[in-house]
């Protein structure tokens, strides 16, 4: 695996530096287009829309006739400038594009730059179901500039500091201290501390993948408070995926402790910090139905289940257990 090239700092001085001498093409959606025009009209683009559900064959095959239409040969360099769903969409066209042409992004959600810019995963959505066709392919460069950040709605700042809590409880408990420390002194998000964390962040996912780039094993821990929280997502539409983490992080965290892996006093950092960065622990939806959705979404593999539990903050382990192991930690 080639490593990703980590670059913090002003996107459009870090551009200058980074970027190839070959012809670059962005790929950005409308929203960065109208916030941050000096930056994407420097270079030849093409702009998508907004929202998951653009995340599909068919702005994949928009994207290739536009590309196409401009003479885009292998020589070409994509860049994504945008959050999650921007460098999902170019990093699989870039890996598919005449069987493959060399990419990077500017990031520009927390999402985008603690979790979706990093690691390789790319693809797309094929009706109802997340991510089916997609690929593994390495970017060459990730920027994120936190400056950047001061334009996005509070709501998704938020959403990004679920995968930020969650790195830290996966990975590095320095982080989750310092997380504590911004929010008591109320500062959480000013840049030096959004720097700091996105850095750290990143680095506890970049670790993770150089050791199992296609999740065979270690990758998985990445995965802490998704397997329920993916189910509250589908439960509550009024849930974003970063509230529906945050809820599975504190129901895992609890359930770690029934089983005797992890402190209740560290159960209780983790439910404070979640708390006191604006999130709701508690799920609107009953028990019962997140752990039959949670049986539905795992169904196509077997009866067995594999967890992501902490047993300190900063150190996770994936467990494999019985499904009715698993729902008895709730019940
Ligand atoms: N590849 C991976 O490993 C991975 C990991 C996690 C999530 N994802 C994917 O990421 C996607 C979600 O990403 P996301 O949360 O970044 O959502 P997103 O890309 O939809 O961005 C959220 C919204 O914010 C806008 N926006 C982006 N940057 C902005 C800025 N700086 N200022 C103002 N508005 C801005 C976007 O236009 C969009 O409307 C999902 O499709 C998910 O499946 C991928």
């Given at each position: 695996m080639i490593p990703t090239k980590l670059y913090f700092g002003d996107a459009m001085a870090m551009l200058r530096e980074v970027l190839p001498e070959s012809r670059v093409v962005v790929i950005t959606d409308e929203n960065i287009l109208r916030l941050y025009p000096n930056l994407v009209t420097q270079y030849e683009h093409i702009a998508i829309g907004c929202g998951e559900d653009i995340k599909c064959m068919d702005t994949v095959m928009h994207i290739y006739g536009e590309l196409m239409a401009m003479g885009a040969d292998r020589s070409t360099f994509l860049l994504g400038i945008g959050g999650g769903i921007v460098t999902d969409i170019t990093g699989f066209v870039a890996s598919t594009y005449m069987r493959g042409v060399a990419f990077g992004f500017v990031s520009t959600t927390l999402l985008g730059q603690v979790d979706a810019s990093v690691g390789g995963k790319n693809g797309v959505n094929v009706a109802s179901f997340k991510n089916m066709i997609g690929t593994i392919t390495q970017p060459q460069f990730v920027i994120s500039d936190v400056?950047?950040?001061?334009?996005?709605?509070?709501?998704?700042?938020?959403?990004?500091?679920?995968?930020?809590?969650?790195?830290?409880i996966v990975g590095d408990g320095e982080l989750f201290d310092y997380i504590e420390r911004c929010v008591s002194d109320g500062n959480c998000y000013l840049s030096e501390h959004l720097q700091y964390m996105v850095s750290r962040a990143m680095n506890v996912k970049m670790s993770i993948v150089a050791?199992?780039?296609?999740?065979?094993?270690?990758?998985?821990?990445?995965?802490?408070?998704?397997?329920?929280?993916?189910?509250?997502?589908?439960?509550?539409?009024?849930?974003?995926?970063?509230?529906?983490?945050a809820m599975g992080m504190s129901l895992i965290a609890r359930a770690a402790v029934r089983l005797g892996l992890f402190s209740p006093s560290d159960a209780e950092r983790v439910d404070a910090l979640l708390l006191r960065l604006g999130f709701y622990i508690a799920p609107k939806v009953p028990m019962e139905e997140i752990l039959r959705a949670t049986r539905q979404d795992k169904k196509k593999s077997d009866e067995y289940i594999n967890i992501v539990l902490p047993v300190a903050i900063g150190e996770c382990v994936v467990r494999k257990m019985k499904f009715e192991e698993f729902e008895k930690l709730f019940i």
């Open positions: 400056t950047m950040l001061g334009t996005l709605p509070e709501r998704e700042l938020r959403a990004g500091m679920a995968e930020v809590v969650k790195s830290a050791e199992d780039e296609r999740e065979s094993g270690k990758r998985r821990l990445l995965n802490l408070g998704h397997t329920i929280g993916h189910a509250i997502e589908k439960l509550t539409h009024d849930v974003n995926h970063g509230e529906a983490v």
